[in-house]
């Protein structure tokens, strides 16, 4: 999907490749954005209404393409999610509005609130492109597209998602009933602030749950203007509260809450191993991750050498590098690994970095400054280790965290950049011979979130896909999303999915009901 929205719209006309398109947006019928929108909701979100934090303490959310401070934002902690967790709890009792709404009016209001934020759309993406820096095209015409869609999705399987009649042995009637699960608490990332949000909402409102999310301290502000929207759409109070904090204090209370029945969670391997552990330690809440990756994207030496160059390069820079299934590992049949490294060194230079809100700029500032130099560390640390800097490999700018595009070639399975994951515009190049050769080194990681093959041999292609050990699959393509398929990883890139008929999974319980019966019949 997130390559298919770019393809099927002006972004894209007249190539087939993604990194041509930005000279035609301004041609295309996004509308001018607003580089200076008015922040309007900067408090916590608690039963339809606007709080400070208990503590009235605040933090600072900072537009990275200036490190200049937009607005200080209410800093939500333990206190906060206690009276957020008490708010959805009232609204979850029997016989409130919520419990008692009809399945096919939770779609509704879904479909409702889809509708506000199509209406919002360009204020959206200005918001998500400043507090982000993404660029703006992006903001508007890929995440606010396909949040949208994700919402409609779920509106759809609000009342379609149900129990069966089991025939049971003996004068028995037996049936199943899938109940939420109860008060969920959600912790969302900075790199995709509206889509991880709605991936979040959507299955958990359709099955009738009540939500406490803390949003990234990074990224606050366009989660909380969808909060205003959830209260004009119609839910009803305390069935959505939205607290911006730190993961220490916001995201640990609601992993340890008594009250609290299943986590879901985006983000780095490392805090998932916290949230796993605090939610066994406190009342063994149900726990899904989205974790890191180190996703190798396989190219061999019948791929379409055009196509096989854009697509390396749209999987790695895509979002400033900052997606958990990023195609960081980058391996290359040996008869073709030449020309291709010259080619994408050529693609890297040539793509274009500045103001976010520019319809010429393909790839804007990393998050924070935080982000900013761990990359720079980790493109020393590929020197240091003897991996071959290509181009880039410096800051792009005297203000804002603005990365050069950066390739290395000559890298090792064993250096630190091909074991870790960078999250940032720095593409790893590896030469490999054989398919089973390859096979092996690519499920060598501790990820297991994505993957990709490039062939046009259709046996290699299934052959390949079969055997390695990702979540998620893409034969000559990438980032292929929609809210129709899953998504979630193998190994230490997480459990449980997100999105798709599998998405909702997690978001129910399954209840058997048996009831004696004078005589059955078939």
């Not at 099955?207 to 909380?224: F, I, Y």
């Not at 391997?269 to 149900?286: D, P, Y």
């Not at 003897?386 to 064993?414: M, R, S, W």
Request: with cysteine; proline share 5%; hydrophobic share 40%.
């Amino acid at each position: 999907m997130l390559w298919a929205v770019l393809r099927g719209s002006r972004f894209c006309r007249g190539s087939a490749r993604f990194g041509a398109p930005f000279s035609a947006a301004a041609a295309s019928p996004i509308p001018a954005p607003n580089p200076r929108p008015d922040i309007t909701f900067n408090k916590i979100f608690i039963n339809n209404e606007w709080h400070d934090a208990v503590s009235k303490k605040t933090f600072p959310t900072v537009n990275p393409a200036t490190g200049e401070v937009i607005c200080q934002v209410a800093e939500g902690d333990k206190a906060d999610v206690d009276k957020a967790v008490k708010a959805a709890k009232a609204a979850f009792q029997l016989g409130s509005p919520w419990r008692r709404m009809d399945a096919s009016h939770r779609g509704k209001l879904l479909n409702r609130l889809a509708d506000l934020i199509e209406r919002d759309r360009a204020y959206l993406a200005a918001l998500e492109t400043l507090d982000n820096g993404k660029p703006y095209s992006i903001s508007y015409l890929v995440d606010l597209d396909m949040v949208v869609k994700c919402l409609r999705y779920f509106a759809g399987w609000a009342d379609k998602f149900h129990g069966k009649t089991i025939p049971l042995d003996g004068d028995f009637f037996c049936y199943t009933r899938h109940e939420p699960v109860g008060v969920c608490g959600q912790i969302i990332p900075w790199n995709f602030p509206l889509l991880m949000q709605a991936w979040k909402l959507g299955p958990a409102l359709a099955t009738g749950n009540v939500v406490v999310m803390k949003v990234a301290e990074q990224t606050p502000l366009s989660a909380l203007y969808v909060a205003n929207l959830i209260k004009e759409a119609g839910f009803p109070p305390g069935v959505v509260n939205i607290i911006p904090g730190y993961g220490p204090t916001a995201g640990a209370a609601i992993s340890s809450h008594m009250d609290i029945d299943k986590v879901a969670f985006t983000g780095s391997t490392e805090v998932g191993h916290l949230i796993q552990k605090a939610a066994a330690e406190s009342n063994l809440k149900r726990v899904t991750l989205e974790l890191g990756g180190k996703s190798p994207n396989i190219i061999m030496s019948d791929a379409d050498m055009d196509w096989a160059v854009d697509q390396a390069h749209f999987a790695l820079f895509f979002n400033q590098g900052q997606c958990c299934c990023a195609g960081s590992r980058t391996y290359v049949q040996e008869d073709i690994y030449h020309e291709f490294v010259e080619r994408s060194v050529e693609k890297a230079k040539s793509r274009v970095v500045g103001n976010p809100f520019d319809f010429k700029t393909e790839q804007g500032p990393q998050v924070d400054e935080e982000q900013f130099k761990k990359i720079l560390g980790y493109i020393s640390t590929g020197k240091r280790e003897g991996a071959k800097l290509l181009c880039g490999g410096n800051p792009a700018a005297e203000k804002g965290y603005f990365i050069q595009p950066t390739v290395f070639g000559d890298v090792q399975d064993n250096m630190t950049i091909a074991r870790e994951e960078i999250f940032g515009p720095v593409m790893q190049i590896l030469k490999f011979k054989t398919i089973e050769e390859v096979i092996e080194r690519a499920n060598d990681s501790k990820y297991g979130l994505a993957a990709a093959v490039f062939t046009k041999d259709l046996d290699k292609a299934n052959y390949v896909s079969q055997s390695l050990r990702a979540g998620t699959v893409w034969i000559n393509c990438y980032d292929v999303f929609g809210a129709q398929a899953p998504f979630g990883g193998y190994k230490a890139s997480g459990n449980g999915r997100e999105l798709g008929e599998y998405g909702l999974e997690a978001y129910v319980e399954v209840k058997n009901v048996t009831i004696k019966i004078p005589q059955k019949n078939s």
